[in-house]
């Protein structure tokens, strides 16, 4: 069985500071990790994906994310944040080339100027 | 590519009413199509996974005979909510899954509202 932790529900951060938006993850398999991004009654914008190529991987907007095999984790980066980034990020892993995604709760991003 | 589409983009409805939601693939062919539900503030959570031409697979505790699937193409599945009720009320989302791709395609959403 897969899950996935993401341990702040909320965080808060000022304009042109980092974000660091955490998540861990359980999964018998390799598996593939995904970050997407909702905006207030928006659907789901894929940020960027891990499907076993490199660890460190890089998504739109300036966001990444790396992949750490012995921390069972899939933290998402940016460098600078954007009033625009203040949204829900959801961290979703499934098995390579499996259908069952498993969703976290999400954190919220707020983005205070 | 790989857009999904919904229609209605959101909906108001009696209680009793039934509701129809559409979920479309534009520029390819999706052999399994999900529903999730998302309330207000909490995550996603899958509903059932459908298969052109065959019956859809419903995850724990949803309903059958009251969110009818219906997968009749390729490009195609459609979400009934049978005599709908104020707790029905939520945010419908479909994605498909093409085929090698490795990741779900997800649709913008449908916001239900039953009065």
């Known amino acids: 069985a897969q899950s996935v932790t993401q341990l702040d529900s909320h965080v808060s951060v000022s304009e042109g500071t980092p974000v660091l938006l955490r998540c861990n993850y359980s999964s018998s398999y390799s598996p593939s990790l995904f970050w997407y991004v909702q905006h207030p009654n928006k659907g789901l914008q894929l940020l960027l994906k891990y499907t076993s190529a490199a660890t460190l991987v890089k998504g739109i907007n300036g966001f990444e994310a790396e992949f750490k095999k012995s921390e069972t984790s899939f933290h998402l980066t940016k460098p600078s944040a954007h009033m625009s980034d203040a949204a829900e990020y959801f961290c979703?892993?499934?098995?390579?080339?499996?259908?069952?995604?498993?969703f976290g709760p999400g954190t919220r991003l707020s983005v205070l100027p | 590519g790989a857009v999904v589409s919904q229609h209605p983009s959101w909906v108001i409805c009696k209680s009793g009413t039934s509701v129809k939601i559409e979920c479309r693939s534009l520029?390819?062919?999706?052999?399994?199509m999900f529903w999730y539900r998302q309330f207000p503030k909490q995550s996603l959570m899958l509903m059932a996974t459908s298969n052109e031409g065959s019956k859809a697979t419903y995850e724990q505790g949803v309903e059958k005979d009251k969110f009818l699937i219906n997968h009749a193409s390729l490009t195609l599945s459609t979400l009934t909510v049978t005599s709908a009720h104020p707790e029905d009320s939520s945010f419908y989302i479909c994605?498909?899954?093409?085929?090698?791709?490795?990741?779900?395609?997800f649709g913008p959403g449908t916001r239900l509202t039953v009065l």
């Open positions: 979703v892993v499934t098995e390579p080339y499996g259908q069952n995604f498993v």
């Open positions: 520029d390819f062919q999706a052999t399994t």
């Open positions: 994605s498909a899954d093409r085929t090698a791709a490795a990741e779900q395609f």
